[in-house]
């Protein structure tokens, strides 16, 4: 039986003619595309001579003081410290590492060919092994986490999350589908109160009850309650992404595996669970967008991220007051980051559309309540 594949988010665009027919094809989208282009004309020119023309690239403060557009030297100045923070300058070889690392590890697991049990074997490694070479271990002068800072910890805190909350969240929505009225209880209340508070609520509790429920003497790391934290609340949206796979998926392939006789476990792993992945792929890339983002609230309890040593770079007082500068040049890293997510996420949407997809008037899975 040949089912209909999954069309390409590029499919039906045909090039300049296409997006112009688009753009001006009936009266709705002519007038909107008119007032855009009015808006575009009235924000652009100062815009590019505020960032181009009339920039100081090069000087001091005093220089740029006297300047009417922006100071991209003080981005110059202070780059180290907005993407390392307070981590030593000697060391920070160890930060660059670490990016590295994360960006090469994301890079790998972007790319489909590549998932294995291999790549889940660099994860398990890589999930330890990273925060070590910031903390300098095995050997090496050890730099705690409260020196931690910048884009390391902005991306340390965005990947462990999704990663740790992956298999959790899987667990989860499997078991709010269960039968077994325990589990399915637990499942539903750790999903529905994790989802029902905010972020922040979630690291003040982290960070102040936490410690309070702690053997006298003892402590966790504020990097690891952070984590943790973020881990436990990424894993409650996850799972209902996931529940929300799952749930689309015909009522012939849970059948169909039974027939062969899977096991539960090995239905889900090799049958369901892929489909199910795929179905989802826009929501899950939303949410690691999502959780990249939500890294920067860590303010509260103290740390510093990238956004926040941008902002913390602009109090220097030899360099007093350039906020504007720090805030547009940390836009720009998180646009390049998030946009650069959502097109990969046609990308993979487009190349896994020939796995296809069920007849949208297969007999699905009840609704769960």
Not at 146 to 163: I, S
Request: with cysteine.
């Amino acid at each position: 039986m040949t089912r209909p594949s999954l069309p390409s988010a590029a499919a039906g665009f045909r090039g300049l003619p296409d997006l112009i027919a688009r753009l001006t094809g009936t009266r709705g989208n002519l007038l909107i595309t008119l007032a855009l282009l009015t808006s575009a004309a009235w924000l652009l020119p100062p815009l590019v001579r505020w960032s181009l023309i009339d920039a100081v690239w090069r000087g001091d403060a005093a220089t740029c003081a006297s300047a009417a557009g922006a100071c991209w030297a003080f981005i110059g100045e202070k780059l180290r410290f907005i993407v390392f923070g307070f981590y030593p300058q000697p060391l920070q070889w160890r930060a660059s590492l670490a990016v590295v690392l994360v960006a090469l590890l994301v890079t790998a697991t972007a790319w489909p060919s590549l998932w294995g049990r291999r790549l889940l074997a660099v994860w398990l490694v890589a999930i330890p092994g990273i925060p070590a070479v910031l903390l300098g271990w095995p050997a090496g002068d050890v730099v705690p986490t409260e020196k931690w800072g910048g884009l390391p910890v902005t991306l340390l805190l965005a990947v462990g999350a999704f990663a740790g909350a992956f298999p959790l969240a899987i667990l989860l929505a499997l078991g709010r589908r269960s039968r077994m009225g325990g589990i399915r209880l637990l499942s539903i209340v750790f999903i529905e109160l994790l989802r029902g508070v905010p972020f922040i609520a979630v690291l003040y509790a982290a960070t102040l009850l936490f410690p309070l429920m702690l053997p006298a003497g003892s402590d966790v790391d504020k990097f690891l309650r952070a984590q943790i934290a973020l881990v436990l609340f990424v894993a409650a949206y996850l799972a209902e992404i996931i529940r929300g796979g799952l749930q689309a998926i015909p009522v012939g392939q849970y059948e169909a595996a039974k027939a062969l006789g899977l096991s539960y476990w090995r239905s889900m792993r090799l049958v369901v669970l892929p489909q199910a992945f795929r179905l989802v792929i826009p929501p899950l890339v939303n949410l690691a967008i999502g959780v990249f983002q939500d890294t920067t609230l860590v303010i509260i309890i103290g740390m510093f991220d990238f956004l926040n040593t941008s902002r913390v770079s602009a109090t220097d007082p030899h360099w007093l007051g350039f906020y504007t500068e720090a805030y547009v040049f940390a836009a720009l890293i998180y646009f390049l980051v998030c946009f650069g997510a959502s097109r990969y996420s046609l990308w993979l949407e487009g190349r896994v559309a020939d796995a296809g997809l069920a007849k949208p008037n297969e007999r699905q899975i009840p609704a769960d309540r």
